[in-house]
């Protein structure tokens, strides 16, 4: 008696191999056939015309607090993923001590606009070291696997103190010594691997850089030699060398992206995307990573499968008014209360008033008067939009300016009205640079910040777009088979953290699946809920097209809808059949 039976689906088996017609039977949590099936079963699904794939592995999340009070771990539940990896970019909450928690809490409420109130109801804090931490997951059960990486951010304040904090202080060679010590311990222990981040973007609530920006290659050497001796673990890590147009600064940073993966001997991957300031770094970057691979180093671009946006509202944390001060006046006072002032015509006037003398640069230019980049979200959201459709383009069909007509358009919807403005891979108003990133030989499906960017960004969805979008096909035609996409988001990425034991429709595999409607795949717009410890708000985007997600076996999610089952839980290191 099997425990599950599918039949009848199309079985995209996550190798890359050409989909068939098959029947799919579980049995304790495993795939024990895959083929025709003849055998009774407690519970039969019908995937007559659906996709039967293996679930997905998201590599880069950030569900560090979350996962500490919360089961379902969504949004990245709602798109299929049963495995992720969080910890990324150098960020989390171990190892810590106990005078260093509320500075964890504002780290990652500036770096990943996780709400510092909702962390610090919701954090449960039942550890210090890193494999506390670990210890403390493992008690918990959840709707998929999670595994975390050994943070550098936490790990140099733990071992420096405040000086850790600070970016421009070094650490001796005892603290070296003592950060790769730890590292080891928690690889030991079941940490997947070691990130970092060097990118400028990663700032505290307080507006200070994240310690880990300008770490010394004799510091990040030192800690990385964890790895070699343990024999464990991969690298993660984020650099500004995608967003400078400094050539020889984007050479030196690639130059210490080899030279970590020369002294730990394991697996790196690192985050590439296209700015405008640097339209065409990626190729060259991923020419370094050609050669890099070409000698002997196991090295990966991370990449996005559609533009990085922002969402803009007047209900959440960021639009083009948040600066003026009228509006930081009223923001003070609530949601509900900030959206009934927003429509008092004197208000509107003086934020109008006061956003015409904004001077900016960079992001915050284009936060605030990036007109021609902001698009009104629709259902299904477009995440290719043209020019004609934009605020600006809107404003100059009727008698206002673009900053009035934003501000009114804003007000739809009861304030809550959602504006789209894509700010990464989006430099020529298309995608065909991203198709060209993930045609890349050596690259891996990742960026979602699952549980992160609460209020401004929506990117846990990225499994649903990379399979939706990309397999039917851009604006321009560009579309990849659907095989290598489910690839890309399985076996690829479990293979990269060493998960051997998933991202494969075959016996002997976990039982993780999607069956998914691939025609009918789609995403809604974000909507704000308010679930997060202590009223929290976040954006949480939903999808149409998963008809059942299968963790371990188990029905965890069916018609987009969690179940309540909750089969998932911690991962230790590496695993395998």
């Avoid at 962390?119 to 709707?143: M, N, V």
């Avoid at 140099?156 to 070296?176: L, S």
């Avoid at 990966?300 to 959440?316: D, E, H, K, N, W």
Wanted: with cysteine; charged share 25%.
């Amino acid at each position: 008696m099997y425990d599950l039976t599918i039949r009848n689906g199309r079985v995209v088996d996550g190798t890359g191999a050409p989909g068939f017609r098959a029947d799919v039977a579980i049995k304790d949590g495993r795939l024990v056939e895959v083929g025709e099936v003849s055998g009774p079963a407690k519970r039969t699904i019908d995937a007559e015309g659906l996709l039967v794939t293996p679930g997905f592995v998201d590599i880069h999340t950030h569900y560090d607090g979350q996962a500490s009070w919360d089961s379902e771990l969504a949004p990245s539940s709602l798109h299929g993923v049963t495995s992720a990896v969080m910890g990324n970019c150098g960020v989390g909450f171990a190892p810590a001590r106990a005078d260093k928690h509320d500075w964890l809490i504002r780290l990652l409420e500036g770096v990943e606009d996780i709400p510092g109130t909702a962390l610090a109801e919701g954090l449960t804090w039942d550890w210090e070291s890193f494999p506390d931490y670990l210890d403390a997951l493992a008690r918990r059960r959840y709707t998929m696997d999670v595994a975390a990486h050994m943070p550098h951010a936490a790990l140099r304040a733990y071992v420096m103190g405040d000086r850790g904090a600070d970016h421009t202080a070094a650490p001796t060679d005892e603290e070296i010594g003592e950060m790769s010590a730890l590292t080891e311990t928690a690889l030991k222990a079941g940490a997947i691997g070691f990130s970092t981040s060097r990118t400028y973007v990663h700032r505290s609530r307080d507006g200070q850089n994240i310690g880990t920006l300008t770490a010394s290659q004799a510091e990040l050497q030192g800690i990385v030699t964890a790895l070699r001796r343990s024999g464990r673990g991969v690298i993660q890590l984020i650099s500004d060398a995608y967003l400078t147009a400094d050539d020889d600064f984007a050479a030196a940073e690639l130059r210490l992206i080899r030279s970590l993966a020369e002294t730990a001997g394991r697996r790196l991957s690192f985050t590439v995307q296209q700015t405008d300031e640097a339209p065409d770094r990626w190729r060259g970057i991923f020419r370094e990573i050609d050669a890099m691979v070409a000698d002997g180093l196991d090295v990966r671009a991370q990449i996005a499968p559609r533009p990085v946006g922002a969402m803009l509202t007047f209900a959440s944390t960021t639009n083009p008014f948040m600066v003026t001060p009228t509006y930081r006046e009223i923001n003070a006072n609530g949601v509900e209360s900030r959206l009934r002032q927003l429509n008092d015509a004197q208000v509107r006037e003086r934020i109008l008033a006061e956003h015409g003398q904004i001077k900016l640069s960079g992001f915050g230019a284009q936060l605030t008067q990036g007109f021609e980049r902001m698009f009104r979200m629709t259902d299904p959201v477009d995440y290719e939009p043209v020019a004609d459709a934009s605020i600006a383009a809107e404003a100059a069909r009727t008698n206002k300016s673009p900053a009035e007509h934003c501000y009114d358009t804003m007000l739809e919807e009861g304030g809550r009205r959602v504006l789209y403005m894509p700010l990464i891979n989006y430099a020529r108003g298309n995608l065909d640079d991203v198709h060209g990133m993930m045609q890349g030989a050596h690259t891996l499906y990742g960026l979602s910040d699952g549980g992160a960017h609460c209020g401004t960004i929506s990117d846990a969805s990225f499994p649903t777009t990379t399979v939706a979008l990309w397999s039917k096909g851009s604006k321009s035609g560009r579309r990849f088979p659907v095989e290598a996409l489910v690839h890309g988001y399985t076996q690829r990425n479990a293979r990269h953290v060493g998960w051997r034991d998933r991202g494969v429709v075959a016996p002997g595999y976990l039982a993780d699946l999607n069956v998914i409607d691939l025609e009918s795949l789609a995403l809604s717009p974000p909507a704000i809920v308010h679930d997060l410890p202590a009223g929290g708000a976040r954006l949480v985007q939903k999808a149409r097209g998963y008809r059942w997600t299968i963790k371990a076996g188990e029905v965890t999610f069916e018609n987009g809808e969690w179940t309540g089952a909750t089969p998932g839980g911690l991962i230790r290191g590496e695993t395998a059949i």
